[in-house]
């Protein structure tokens, strides 16, 4: 098995390599792609030392069998055809090509089988936040169908890649030692702060990322599913929370709720009000799974649901996901 990672040096692309090889993914040769900025550095998998090769269009990619790109949309579609030419699968971590209807998108926990049709050799790993959703969402949706989903998500700065998380550490040493404050990555000082805005806005009032959620959502699950979303910056470092509001065609017992998160699958329970136990991002940074807690009625609606979620972004909302795409299809004989 030859696997590439594009965008090696990146906070995704070093995830990557943590997570092929804490999941012991089969690895017999592994070529690692970056920009001119990144290029010549070398990393460490598996003992071995690897140098960042110079992404180019050559005939690098032959033979590989699976390329996980995450160096940005921009470089996704530039670069896709060269990728792609010698018959690798292109496991793609970018906006590039989520909603485009001959390439599918997935979450191996809701719907595995679509990677397995790809006409131009590319799969699309969903957004981070509707990734953690739609895997909750999925133990709900076999109990009744979901009509709608309110969302509030809080997410973390890691969501804006590894110099964010540096930044945020600074913003704090800055005000904490009364210097100036350091603006780079995010639009205000988030230290002690939280953003309301995540991506442009678009014409309708929402941002992308907002937009995300409701599109993404509708493809993975196969679904005519309304999600409202209200996407925030807030102060954690790593771990993405969000806080939903779902609307089923039939009423759905808290019992119920819980049997389906707690058999769910990628799913992990953790709701204990009484021990004042539920998901929090301090604690699950690094973890696998989605959590789950503060399952409730919704007072609102007696078809309503509310429950609270946290997923580690950098993992399950992407590395993760991407490398689990891979190995159904190693599962199903799909690839190599």
Known sequence: MKVAIVGASGAVGQEFLRVLDERNFPVDDL????????????????????????????????????AFTSAGAGTSKE????????????????????????IPLVVPEVNAED????????????????????VALKAIEKLSHIKRVHVATYQAASGAGAAAMDELYEQYRQVLAGESVTVEKFAYQLAFNLIPQIDVFTDNGYTKEEMKMFNETRKIMHSDIKVSATCVRVPALRSHSESLWIETEKPVSIEEARDAFANGDGLVLMDN???????????LAGKDPVYVGRIRKDLTDENGLSFWIVGDQIKKGAALNAVQIAEYLIKVKNVG
């Open 31 to 66: 070529l690692l792609f970056g920009s001119s900025r990144s290029a010549g550095q070398k990393y460490t998998f598996r003992g071995k030392q690897i140098e960042v090769k110079l992404l180019q269009h050559n005939d690098d990619f032959k033979g590989v069998d699976i």
């Open 79 to 102: 670069f896709a055809q060269t990728i792609t030419k010698f018959g690798a699968v292109m496991i793609d971590n970018s906006s590039a090509f989520r909603m485009e209807e001959d």
């Open 115 to 134: 990677a397995l049709t790809r006409p131009r050799g590319i799969i699309a790993n969903p957004n981070c936040t509707t990734i953690q959703m739609v």
């Open 273 to 283: 009000p009484e021990k004042k136990e539920y998901p929090m991002p301090l604690f």
